[in-house]
């Protein structure tokens, strides 16, 4: 009886032990099971949070006058709308952006150049618009800087604009006000205008649309820089022998055509076409001179400013040095007098592709069988009458030559 009674507690204990065991593995199953879904909770609380902070930092600094901000926030719109409804696009090459565009009719742009502001005579013109809840031009003068919808591009910035099977290159013309907290129906801004003859082809009056910046056609195949194979057809160019224009967004850089041959090409715009196997250099040269061809000419203008700013004007010095940086040849900050550049600038003597005439009172410079020059010193010669480029070649026996080291 006694020994029937110890197996039986001794049974009873095991069993008891097992229960517990079972009971604790079942625990930990569930922990480990939720574990994963605690962290998908948590990460995604995170990305949410900082998505809403984000909005409320917008309407935050919207509310303290921030320059890059709207007001008002409309209803419905996901955490990732809300995080981005304030922002402006930064671009990047290579890549689509969906966004809002509406048309607006044929005018005057804004586009400091009478040979560009003519919209009638450019219908591949859009506006990029401001992302202010309301026209800033009611109480002061719309400034540039206003239209930041897409991150303030610079004028003549190229985008493909697509819509359904139909696509198109526009170039930036004109600047304006958008469409208030107005969105597509899916969320997106209204951050374009099209000129109405480019919106009727794309069959745009109020749609979401998908932008890009316009390949880097031409050019970027020499540079080694084409995102993708559109083509435009240079209409623009006035039947130049290019295949398209370069604009990048940043740094010195221009509008950029190419020729075949070794010598760059005055283009009837005033602009310069580059030789297409010219070095690089000598191309990004060529690309920050078509940057400021037509500027006017102020003694003194833009020195002491960084040379990676585009200023009102310039002089002689101050634009031959634009057109070096551009090339990474002289260093942001480095606008010498021209007596100084006949001195130190690069190695004495003509170079193959670049060469810089310059003595105390005045320098201009050879790039590639052009002249860059601030007036028309030869007669007969083609060119715009200020700062730009031009055909001849003027008498240079009072000028030292000089040259950057390799060209």
Same mark, same amino acid.
């Given at each position: 009886m006694r020994v029937a009674l110890v197996h039986a507690l001794r049974l009873r204990a095991a069993t008891a032990v097992a229960s517990g065991a079972g009971r604790l593995l079942a625990v930990a199953a569930v922990l480990l099971a939720a574990v994963p879904l605690l962290l998908v909770t948590a990460v995604v609380s995170v990305v949410g949070t900082q998505r809403q902070a984000a909005a409320t930092r917008c309407e935050q600094a919207g509310a303290a006058g921030g320059p890059a901000v709207g007001g008002g926030m409309p209803a419905g719109l996901s955490p990732g709308a809300r995080a981005r409804f304030h922002e402006p696009l930064q671009l990047e090459p290579g890549r689509w952006y969906r966004t809002g565009a509406t048309w607006f009719p044929d005018g005057t742009g804004a586009i400091?150049?009478?040979?560009?502001?003519?919209?009638?005579?450019?219908?591949?013109?859009?506006?990029?618009?401001?992302?202010?809840?309301?026209?800033?031009?009611?109480?002061?003068?719309?400034?540039?800087?206003?239209?930041?919808?897409?991150?303030?591009?610079?004028?003549?910035?190229?985008?493909?604009?697509?819509?359904?099977?139909?696509?198109?290159?526009?170039?930036?013309?004109?600047?304006?006000?958008?469409?208030?907290?107005?969105?597509?129906?899916?969320g997106e801004r209204f951050r374009i205008d099209l000129l109405k003859s480019a919106a009727d082809e794309l069959g745009v009056t109020k749609d979401e649309v998908k932008i890009a910046l316009a390949p880097r056609t031409g050019a970027g195949a020499t540079l080694g820089e084409t995102p993708d194979s559109v083509q435009t057809d240079g209409a623009d160019l006035a039947g130049a022998d290019c295949a398209a224009m370069l604009q990048q967004?940043?740094?010195?850089?221009?509008?950029?055509?190419?020729?075949?041959?070794?010598?760059?090409?005055?283009?009837?715009?005033?602009?310069?076409?580059?030789?297409?196997?010219?070095?690089?250099?000598?191309?990004?040269?060529?690309?920050?001179?078509?940057?400021?061809?037509?500027?006017?000419?102020?003694?003194?203008?833009?020195?002491?400013?960084?040379?990676?700013?585009?200023?009102?004007?310039?002089?002689?010095?101050?634009?031959?040095?634009?057109?070096?940086?551009?090339?990474?040849?002289?260093?942001?900050?480095?606008?010498?007098?021209?007596?100084?550049?006949?001195?130190?600038?690069?190695?004495?003597?003509?170079?193959? @592709?670049?060469?810089?005439?310059?003595?105390?009172?005045?320098?201009?410079?050879?790039?590639?069988?052009?002249? @860059?020059?601030?007036?028309?010193?030869?007669?007969?010669?083609?060119?715009?009458?200020?700062?730009?480029?031009?055909?001849?070649?003027?008498?240079?026996?009072?000028?030292?030559?000089?040259?950057?080291?390799?060209?």
């Open positions: 400091p150049d009478s040979r560009q502001s003519d919209l009638t005579q450019h219908p591949d013109s859009f506006a990029e618009l401001s992302l202010a809840p309301t026209n800033p031009a009611n109480t002061r003068t719309f400034r540039f800087e206003d239209a930041n919808a897409l991150g303030t591009l610079p004028f003549m910035t190229a985008l493909r604009v697509a819509k359904g099977d139909r696509s198109l290159v526009v170039y930036k013309r004109d600047v304006g006000y958008g469409q208030g907290t107005d969105v597509t129906a899916s967004p940043t740094g010195g850089s221009g509008p950029l055509p190419l020729t075949a041959g070794e010598r760059a090409r005055l283009l009837p715009s005033g602009l310069a076409a580059a030789p297409r196997r010219a070095p690089r250099a000598v191309r990004e040269i060529i690309a920050a001179g078509n940057r400021i061809v037509g500027k006017p000419y102020l003694y003194g203008g833009a020195h002491g400013s960084p040379l990676s700013v585009v200023m009102p004007a310039y002089d002689c010095s101050s634009s031959v040095s634009f057109l070096l940086y551009g090339a990474g040849l002289v260093d942001v900050n480095d606008t010498p007098p021209s007596g100084e550049m006949a001195t130190s600038l690069g190695l004495p003597g003509y170079g193959r @592709w670049v060469s810089v005439l310059a003595n105390g009172g005045h320098v201009y410079a050879y790039v590639a069988g052009l002249r @860059w020059d601030t007036h028309n010193a030869v007669a007969g010669e083609q060119g715009v009458a200020g700062i730009g480029w031009h055909t001849g070649r003027r008498d240079d026996h009072a000028f030292t030559p000089r040259h950057p080291k390799g060209l």
